[in-house]
């Protein structure tokens, strides 16, 4: 009914076999993966029997809908994340996994000393910069950036911005030149008619100052909805 969660699904092309063999990944209570192959039903494509719903994530740890990806940096390997939930314990980090011709390696667990505080895990969305030098949380009321290494897959928060003068945050995107971030928010009151949506525009290029890049709040757009609208 065009009410899903955000990253539930992420489709891989396999480090080996590039143009037949797909990872299909979904999260369910942990993250998943089917094996499809272009190659079955005479080149229409297929599920491999064998390789359906193999859980690879950590049953015990509590997740959010967040998941993305980005290529390792000898442009063959896959770097996977995960985010946990704000219930887990440790309350908040990162999973990460390495997909290789080998096969998985992982999850590692990326424990974080400072977040955005959120009580659900409906809101926001992860994602890398285009060239995968940046790993951008958006939340609920606020927003992360961290910088990473693509061939060590090591993370470095390198801003937090918070208390963002919106009820919600709903989905991030950054600039080809990763500059500029673009957040669409909503703002709603249970029961009134006045809710509204709209884009807010942030500069990232002020980073490490997280105050300077909240100061560069701009509004692109902005429109009277009741539902959701953009």
Not at 48 to 63: E, F, H, P, Y
């Amino acid at each position: 009914q065009g009410n899903g969660f955000m990253d539930w699904v992420l489709l891989l092309p396999a480090p080996i076999n590039l143009d037949t063999l797909f990872y299909l990944f979904t999260l369910d209570t942990t993250l998943s993966y089917t094996l499809i192959d272009r190659r079955l039903r005479d080149g229409t494509g297929g599920i491999l029997d064998s390789a359906i719903n193999v859980l690879i994530g950590d049953t015990l740890i509590s997740l959010d809908t967040k998941l993305t990806s980005v290529r390792h940096g000898n442009g063959r390997d896959w770097w996977i994340f995960m985010r946990t939930s704000w219930s887990a314990d440790p309350p908040i980090m990162f999973l990460r996994w390495l997909l290789t011709p080998s096969g998985f390696e992982g999850p590692d667990y990326i424990e974080l000393t400072d977040w955005v505080e959120e009580e659900t895990y409906y809101f926001g969305n992860m994602f890398f910069s285009q060239n995968g030098d940046r790993l951008i949380v958006i939340e609920e009321t606020g927003f992360e950036v961290y910088s990473f290494d693509r061939c060590s897959g090591e993370l470095e928060q390198i801003g937090i911005i918070e208390d963002i003068p919106v009820t919600r945050l709903w989905y991030g995107a950054l600039s080809a030149s990763g500059q500029k971030l673009y957040i669409i928010y909503h703002n709603f009151i249970e029961g009134s008619t006045e809710n509204n949506s709209g884009i807010l525009q942030y500069d990232l290029g002020f980073l490490p100052d997280s105050y300077a890049v909240k100061e560069s709040e701009s509004l692109v757009f902005e429109e009277d909805y009741n539902n959701y609208g953009i």
